[in-house]
């Protein structure tokens, strides 16, 4: 990932109506996955750290993530609470023999290359009964300065990262879009960054209190969306799965 867009994430995403709010969707998701008790989970790609306190409700947390500044500052963040290994996927993953009940990634497929051999690593760290959640960006038709920015390789839709999934020898037990109610803002969005390609993208700070609490409440609410049903577009996709 582009190393300016790391500081940016640092600064922005404790309060940021975007990592706020599907830090509180995933939440509710990964308490739906009636995990062990003592449940070992890994953040695959942990960026610098913003979903570490969360996950630690359900479990022991370990993390993955290839920059070393980006694990500096998780450390710092979390006060050294967490393993947090650097690492490459998918030849240079530093759990050797370990294996984890959850494996969490959250917006990391899309700047892997390797995707597939990513997941066969991954799926290889399952505990036995274990899932991975995993959430991408959707639809290569929003594609624009902020997947550059971000150094992006590709969008994903429903089916293709089911089809990334099965290749890596995973069971697909949900998929589901989400960030659905803002997908028309979003529209709007990337075509104004079309349109002013080369400057600042849309969604790299964080907006007025006012706008952020609004945009947070509307994503926020997806929660109880997701609890009942799939959702049929939106701005990401989300899966979990298991080993075959």
């Given at each position: 990932m582009n190393p300016e867009a790391y500081l940016e994430m640092a600064s922005t995403e404790s309060r940021h109506w975007w990592f706020a709010a599907r830090r509180e969707?995933?939440?509710r998701i990964i308490e739906g996955l009636a995990l062990p008790p003592s449940a070992r989970i890994l953040e695959a790609g942990s960026g610098t750290g913003g979903n570490l306190m969360m996950?630690?409700?359900?479990?022991?947390v370990s993390a993955i993530e290839m920059d070393e500044g980006a694990c500096a500052v998780s450390r710092l963040k979390t006060e050294g609470r967490f393993v947090i290994r650097q690492g490459c996927f998918p030849d240079d993953v530093p759990y050797e023999g370990e294996t984890f009940d959850l494996i969490f990634m959250a917006d990391v497929?899309?700047?892997?290359?390797?995707?597939?051999?990513?997941?066969?690593?991954?799926r290889r760290m399952l505990a036995p009964g274990g899932?991975?959640?995993?959430?991408?960006?959707?639809?290569?038709w929003l594609w624009s300065p902020h997947d550059v920015f971000l150094q992006h390789t590709r969008r994903y839709t429903s089916k293709s990262l089911r089809q990334v999934l099965m290749q890596a020898g995973l069971r697909v037990d949900r998929l589901s879009y989400f960030n659905a109610l803002l997908l028309p803002l979003a529209i709007l969005a990337r075509v104004k960054d079309r349109m002013m390609w080369g400057g600042k993208s849309s969604g790299t700070t964080t907006p007025p209190a006012l706008v952020n609490?609004?945009?947070f409440s509307i994503f926020r609410s997806e929660r109880r969306l997701l609890g009942r049903f799939n959702l049929p577009a939106g701005v990401s996709v989300l899966a979990i799965a298991r080993a075959e």
């Open positions: 969707i995933l939440s996950l630690s409700a359900y479990g022991l497929l899309e700047h892997v290359e390797r995707n597939v051999e990513t997941l066969v690593a991954l899932r991975m959640l995993i959430t991408v960006p959707a639809y290569q609490r609004t945009l």
